[in-house]
């Protein structure tokens, strides 16, 4: 993104008012192909235009969440209730919208359309942009621009005349520390604030961080469920990747680096004398109500364990354009190990939940004004066996500005020249396609502004590296329960195992174009005990033909559990998601061991598509005395089910899955 100059702004915008958020309600377009928000605006003064409607102005955003499905847009503006400000708006522009009662309006440049008030401290603020007072002359800087004088409409209660501020007989809180002094944002860190004066517990009280959206214009303040602990000498939050725009709900906002501000029930505040900084920053994914927030995985998508992007007619008939977007990705994929593909170009350049990767660019005002490229990430999440949501990332489209003086290279960007370096801006919309958030971060590839010029197209390794590494082992190399398979580490491209009695398990996997690579472990677990490997052996890379192969000779019985890792230049490993297999039963359904002597009942069960699964236990009469359920990966799934409670006996197990097939086994309860 980059600056929206005021002056054109305000010309292009057809209504610019003083205005409330009331509320916001996702919705789908007509062709459920795209989510939006609609919300509505208290309006108490016009700049610009004229309305009718002053309380229940309808305003429509990009992007939006509806029951289990969420479409995120980066740098497009998102709208928490309770938000005031001055909106720049136009009529909103997309044809496929279910009828709108009444006009509906759009921000003008989205994020930029909108110069946010902060109440408490009388300023406003918004991207590139900071307003020290709500005054005459904050308001004489907007009438300038649009020609207009402010007309108050209704009253605004909360910009009416201070009320005097009462002695309360504190003193206002000292903040001697923080520890540590760099962490991360959406991972669970937690910050400790230390000091004095806090109240020996919260109340109304807030931590707040700078927002890295806007570059630290305006502040977010941590959710109610990070906060951890509160006395009156420290104070314990968890950084948030989704905070609020100074509200304790949702807002999206990731932390960012800069002084964090401490304010206490009694609305006395102090500000950190250095600055935090935030090293990366993890995309997190929140349910319809707010009161689960989560980090998203990726699932595999094509036939090699990754993902497929593929080039719209546009970008396609641009080979330097694609040859710089090509570099970009293998970027990522050579420093983190994401499993990244181009296939073949669509049929089409538009984006929208349709199950292709889009990567094009736009035709006109597709694109808010003044955004470079913008990535929509697609969320779909289920419950898993345990009744717990689980996000995952569906899809994934990207969009550049067709109208920007791109360099597309190899050769730099040059600022004299007035263009904007291709490739510097492919390789940031991708570190959001690898879920990553926005810093304020000068030199990382995820800072959140670039200027004409400047040239950013290797990771910094201590920030974009480590947060892209750390998305995918601890959510997107693992089976979670939902969706569909983990991804596969890059370079591989397969893994499978395969038992013959007398010889063993053979394993076979396979690369593409290696990199990031220095070697592999083959490792086994016996029986359900995942949690003690046993290594086998070490294989050499062989980038000539990507083809591998290992005998497991020693010919163990029962249930297997087999796991590549493959070993990084620096010395770590990522772990592909295990395979299971049995040397008994070969791929039937079957209860092992049988009698059941202790609490749990393991299931061999071999799905051959991802379901949910309903098992119910009857006793010898034929009467049901038990329901689970459990979710079911295509392939072959060991179950564990609770029968503590169950006296000794015969019981027989049977299962419905939601295409409707059944089964049914006999078990002893010992």
Known sequence: MQPLEPASRAQQSALVVEAQVFDAQGFWDASHRRLFTRHRLRVFALLKGQVADTTGLVLITEGGRVGLDQQILT?????????????????????????????????????????QYNLAERTASEPFRRYPAL??????????????????????????????????GTLAPLISGFTPQT????????????????????????????????????????????????????????????????????????????????TTSDQQTAETADRVTIIYALTNVENTDGTLVQRPNHIA???????????????????????????????????????WEVGPPATTNAIGDDGRNVVAFDAGPELPA?????????????????????????????????????????????????????????????????????????????????????????????????????????????????????????????????FAAGVGVTLTWATRDECLLSGFVVERSAGADTTAWVQLGTITPLPATGQYQFLDASNPEGLLYYRLR??????????????????????????????????????QYPAGVESTLVFRFYDVLGRQIRTTRASAV?????????????????????????????????????
Not at 81 to 97: H, I, M
Not at 222 to 242: E, F, G, H, K, M
């Open 75 to 115: 740098n497009t503006l998102r709208l928490v209730p309770g938000q005031q400000g001055v909106f720049f708006l136009t009529p909103a522009p997309w044809r496929d919208l279910p009828t709108t009662p009444g006009r509906a309006w759009t921000p003008f440049g989205s994020e930029q359309g909108f110069i």
């Open 135 to 168: 005054d005459a002359a904050f308001y004489a800087e907007i009438s300038q621009f649009t020609g207009q004088s402010r007309q108050v409409l209704q009253a605004n209660p909360a910009l009416g005349p201070v009320s005097g501020t009462a002695h309360r």
């Open 183 to 262: 962490l991360p944002s959406g991972a669970g860190a937690v910050l400790t604030i230390n000091g004095s004066g806090f109240g020996n517990s919260r109340g109304s009280g807030s931590v707040e961080f700078r927002n890295a959206d806007d570059g630290g214009a305006t502040r977010v303040q941590v959710r109610n469920a990070d906060y951890l602990s509160w006395t009156d000498t420290q104070i314990q939050v968890r950084v948030p990747s989704a905070a609020s725009g100074g509200l304790p709900v949702s807002g999206g906002h990731p932390a960012g680096s800069g002084p964090v501000r401490v």
């Open 301 to 339: 998508q094509n036939s090699s364990g990754g993902i497929t992007f593929l080039f719209g007619p546009n970008l396609a008939a641009n080979a330097a354009a694609a040859a710089s977007w090509r570099r970009a990705l293998n970027t990522w994929r050579c420093q983190t190990g994401m499993n």
């Open 370 to 498: 003044r955004v470079l490229g913008r990535t929509t990430s697609y969320y779909r999440g289920c419950y898993d066996a345990d009744n717990q949501v689980v996000f995952w990332v569906n899809e994934i489209d990207m969009q550049f500005d067709d109208n920007t003086l791109f360099q597309f290279g190899p050769a730099p960007a040059v600022g004299a020249l007035n263009q904007t370096d291709f490739e510097t801006v492919a390789v940031h919309e991708l570190g959001h396609a690898q879920q990553l958030n926005h810093l304020i971060l000068p030199g990382a590839v995820m800072h959140y502004a670039i200027a004409r010029g400047q040239n950013t197209r290797a990771l910094n390794p201590a920030s974009d590296v480590v947060g892209g590494r750390q998305v995918l082992r601890v959510r997107s190399f693992k089976n979670l329960g939902c969706g569909k398979p983990a991804l596969l580490p890059a370079p591989l491209t397969s893994f499978n195992a395969q």
């Open 566 to 603: 493959l070993i990084r230049p620096d010395g770590s490993r990522d772990a592909v998601a295990p395979i299971v297999l049995t040397t008994e039963g070969g791929t039937a359904a079957f209860i092992f061991p049988n009698p059941v002597s202790g609490n749990q009942l393991l299931l």
């Open 634 to 670: 295509a392939g072959l799934n060991v179950f564990r089910l609770d029968v503590a409670g169950l006296a000794p006996g015969l019981y027989v197990l049977r299962w419905q899955d939601a295409q409707g097939g059944t089964g049914s086994r006999k078990f002893v309860r010992q």
